[in-house]
């Protein structure tokens, strides 16, 4: 499978918003009835959520142990304000009753704009990280956290959690880093655990009594 003469699935390819996505598809049947083919999908998620999807109907039979080669447009012109930066991708092959039949998987260097819905997403972790520091650390200026060190820590847990999220998007809008599951994972579990450590390490506080 390529997309406009790049392969998926070697290398970054690059996914243009002024253009028209060609892919082409080879595909070879290996059970031993005929496959119906409705469609194919271009899509791109990220944390399970897809920022991006374009189909075209194809309406081909696949023989057999056959195969079958086509090649199809995809209109990508509003990606601009879909998405931006390094994406996973997919293009699925779906059947008559769109069930994904075959699919390939890469990665896309996406020319958008950080005002796109994947900006915005951003943005909403931004909010969520700035509102969660403000919960761990409000307890501090009232000189009330936690007695024990689990606890502080524990306070802390869900802004480092929203810290490794912000950072992956980061990444990603960036063009540093693909966010993978396993970038995702691991740039939580260490902000999250830095975070823990932190809170964990604050000196306990106590309300001051009236004299």
């Given at each position: 499978m390529t997309i406009d003469g790049q392969?998926?699935?070697?290398?970054?390819?690059?996914?243009d918003?002024?253009?028209?996505?060609?892919?082409?598809?080879?595909?070879?049947?290996?059970?031993?009835?005929n496959l119906d083919v409705d469609s194919v999908r271009?899509?791109?998620a990220v944390l399970g959520l897809t920022f991006f999807d374009?189909?075209?109907r194809v309406r081909t039979t696949v023989p057999a142990r056959g195969s079958a080669n086509w090649t199809v447009d995809l209109d990508i012109r509003d990606?601009?304000?879909?998405?931006t930066g390094l994406m996973p991708v997919?293009?699925?092959?779906?059947?008559?009753?769109l069930h994904t039949v075959a699919k390939a998987t890469g990665t896309a260097n996406v020319h958008g704009s950080l005002l796109s819905i994947y900006g915005l997403f951003g943005l909403g972790l931004l909010v969520l990280m700035g509102l969660l520091w403000a919960v761990a650390l409000l307890p501090l200026g009232r000189h009330a956290a936690p007695a024990?060190?689990?606890q502080r820590g524990l306070r802390f847990l869900p802004a480092g959690c929203a810290v490794g999220l912000f950072g992956a998007f980061v990444l990603s809008a960036t063009r540093l880093v693909t966010p993978t599951t396993a970038v995702d994972a691991a740039t939580t579990l260490i902000s999250a655990a830095v975070c823990f450590t932190v809170g964990a390490?604050?000196?306990?506080?106590?309300?001051?009594?009236?004299t």
């Open positions: 392969p998926l699935g070697r290398g970054d390819l690059v996914l918003a002024d253009a028209v996505a060609r892919v082409v598809v080879s595909l070879q049947n290996l059970s031993r009835s271009l899509s791109g374009y189909d075209t990606l601009d304000g879909r998405a997919e293009v699925a092959i779906r059947d008559a009753d024990t060190w689990w390490l604050l000196p306990r506080l106590t309300l001051a009594r009236p």
